[in-house]
């Protein structure tokens, strides 16, 4: 295998104890899916290379794979932060402007939707409801949620996490 994440010591590591997934799933029926899951759980997302991989020692065509990691929201393809934060856009946050609590997010941030701080502490997410519409506008990071934010608690709420 030709590429970056997949070729020092501490990343053959990583790949032998892929192999040993696919090798367990490889002949039974269905071993894509679960397969992706144990993948994540080593790797933490799912990289082009690890893809190709799993394509390739299952001999079915990237684009299979692909399509599956894409299909279903628990897989991603990109690194998350140690911090995932949620902003809601459901009907009762986006009504009390959680639109422009994302906004400040990712200008305090300097990043976009799905994407993770350079030091890998914070990520960005936009979801459609996280249960607590009693307190929109409401962000979730990680198990922590807040309710009844302001554009301006943006930088207060991240210090909680910046200790
Ligand atoms: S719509 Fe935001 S918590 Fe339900």
Redesign the pocket.
């Known amino acids: 295998m030709a590429n970056c994440c997949l070729e020092n010591s501490e990343s053959k590591a990583l790949l032998d104890k892929l192999d040993e997934v696919i090798d367990k799933y490889k002949d039974t029926a269905g071993p894509l899916i679960p397969i992706l899951h144990e993948a994540q759980g080593i790797y933490g997302y799912l990289p082009f290379e690890v893809q190709l991989h799993i394509s390739e020692r299952l001999g079915i065509p990237l684009a299979d794979v692909y399509g599956v990691v894409t299909f279903y929201t628990g897989f991603n393809t990109k690194p998350k932060g140690k911090y995932v934060i949620n902003v ?7 009504v009390k402007g ?1 639109e422009n609590i994302l906004d400040r997010f990712k200008t305090t941030l300097g990043i976009d939707i799905g994407d993770c701080t350079e030091d890998q502490i914070f990520s960005l997410e936009a979801c ?6 009693g ?4 962000v979730m990071i990680n198990d922590d949620v807040y309710g009844n934010v302001s554009p301006d608690d943006v930088e207060s709420i991240l210090a909680n996490y910046q200790l």
């Open positions: 809601c856009l459901g009907t009762a946050c986006y959680s459609r409801c996280i249960g607590s519409c307190l929109a506008p409401a």
